[in-house]
């Protein structure tokens, strides 16, 4: 597994963010999106998952690698825990439910519905969705949103295994995850010009991650 992104250049609602993105990601490695709210974080993200096109420049990366975990946790809310992972798991075609569950810690959860479950129980539900899709590659926005501290070194633990795997990670956080294998890419030097001027400071003012 190999994702590379040469000169990418990206935008949000015809405003150019982020210009000449390139960077090399192998099986094995972990990297770190950083940057100022509205830089273009997730915009990147989604155009790598292929969810919306570049403005320029090359993704390429092997077969159907990449699962994507966004803001949203997709869940069904009138199915149970196990039942949520068990359609994603019959959407992939694996059958890792149990493990899943054991994995983020939801086994004694598995008969509940996911709608009675807290934000961050849906959260560990919502990730847990990466260990049933067989993918290489994770590409991750804010993994870590309504987590408490057990359960972010819980995530942590199951990405790391999954680099020990031959998986890799992309990840977009500002928080530390102990990670010492991961590198990190600041965004900063690729902001568009356009951008330095104008949106990313009324993002920024307003405290959410648009981009």
């Given at each position: 597994m190999e994702l590379r992104v040469s000169s990418v250049s990206i935008a949000r609602g015809g405003i150019p963010l982020l210009e000449g993105v390139s960077f090399v990601l192998r099986a094995g490695g972990c990297l770190?999106?950083?940057g100022a709210n509205g830089i273009g974080k997730t915009t990147l993200l989604r155009t790598i998952a292929g969810l919306q096109p570049a403005l320029g420049g090359d993704i390429s990366v092997g077969g159907d690698a990449i699962a994507y975990a966004a803001h949203a946790d997709g869940l069904k809310s009138t199915l149970t825990v196990a039942e949520n992972l068990a359609f994603w798991a019959a959407v992939y075609g694996t059958g890792a439910v149990d493990q899943a569950l054991a994995r983020m810690n939801l086994s004694e959860l598995r008969d509940r519905q996911a709608a009675n479950l807290s934000a961050g129980q849906k959260r560990r539900l919502g990730l847990a969705r990466l260990l049933v899709t067989g993918?290489?590659?994770?590409?991750?926005?804010?993994?870590?949103v309504s987590l408490d501290k057990a359960s972010?070194?819980?995530?942590?633990g199951?990405?790391?295994?999954?680099?020990?795997?031959?998986g890799a990670a992309l990840i977009a956080t500002h928080i530390d995850l102990g990670l010492d294998e991961a590198?990190?890419?600041?965004?900063?030097p690729f902001r568009a010009k356009r951008n330095a001027r104008g949106s990313g400071a009324f993002d920024s003012a307003f405290g959410g991650d648009f981009a």
């Open positions: 770190v999106l950083r993918r290489a590659l994770w590409v991750l926005d804010e993994p870590t972010v070194a819980l995530f942590a199951v990405v790391r295994d999954h680099l020990k795997a031959g590198e990190v890419l600041e965004l900063e």
